[in-house]
């Protein structure tokens, strides 16, 4: 397959286990964020969102929190699966910056079975 | 609905070339952005394309441009290509309901260019 990214950083965690992703943001003016995962040889998908004026945003087997005073993402996964390899992007957006995504430099998450 | 499509998925070009994109956005959505992805640089915005407009460009010299057309389908054009162009470059749609509002973005899966 290809590589998405060379020398990301890499969470490894068991099958049915919990996994938390982090992700630091740059722009305290963003008020809109996303988590992608992106497979080898894909583009990235979408996961979940939040906007700032949430701390938390829960969707299926996905929880996405929101620590505005120290600008930081997060992404939990229960139950983690073996189709959940893959490597993480968080992405942040400010509101009349149009579309443009800033993304940060991803998570490269592996499942041991 | 169909995801987004772009074509080709792989392409190889020599360094001085030119080479253009194709992005078939998924019915319905009129802003189509690119991004540039590489393993040192990550992830980067290119510009984003609005009602045949561009509506917001990142910090790409002007070898990198693009276009849409009426029926939100939009290409890129690299033109004069340099080794560090190599990249996988993807496209995402989204409805595109304004500037101040929030829509999500899909990504289609990417075009491969080698520049040899």
């Known amino acids: 397959g290809e590589s998405v990214g060379l020398h990301l950083p890499t969470l490894s965690v068991q099958e049915g286990d919990n996994s938390i992703i982090n992700c630091a943001y740059s722009?305290?003016?963003?008020?809109?964020f996303i988590w992608y995962k992106q497979e080898s040889g894909k583009g990235p998908q979408f996961i979940i969102d939040?906007?700032?004026?949430?701390d938390k945003r829960q969707g299926q087997r996905v929880t996405v929190l929101l620590n505005k005073t120290v600008k930081h993402l997060s992404l939990q996964i229960a139950a983690t699966q073996p189709g959940d390899s893959a490597v993480y992007f968080c992405?942040?957006?400010?509101?009349?910056?149009?579309?443009?995504?800033?993304f940060g430099t991803g998570t490269q998450l592996k499942v041991e079975l | 609905k169909a995801g987004v499509t772009q074509t080709p998925r792989y392409l190889i070009k020599t360094r001085g070339q030119q080479v253009t994109l194709s992005c078939s956005p998924i019915?319905?959505?009129?802003?189509v952005s690119w991004y540039q992805q590489t393993p040192g640089q990550g992830l980067q915005f290119l510009f984003e394309?609005?009602?045949?407009?561009?509506?917001n460009k990142g910090n790409f010299p002007g070898r990198f441009s693009g276009r849409q057309f009426s029926n939100s389908r939009s290409e890129m054009n690299v033109s004069t290509l340099e080794l560090g162009d190599s990249a996988l470059y993807l496209c995402?749609?989204?409805?595109?309901?304004?500037?101040?509002?929030?829509?999500?973005?899909?990504f289609g899966p990417g075009t491969r260019l080698t520049v040899l």
């Open positions: 995402a749609s989204s409805l595109g309901k304004g500037l101040a509002v929030l829509d999500t973005q899909y």
């Open positions: 722009n305290s003016a963003s008020d809109y």
């Open positions: 939040i906007r700032s004026n949430m």
């Open positions: 992405a942040e957006r400010f509101t009349g910056g149009g579309n443009k995504l800033t």
């Open positions: 019915s319905g959505h009129r802003s």
């Open positions: 394309y609005f009602s045949e407009t561009q509506r």
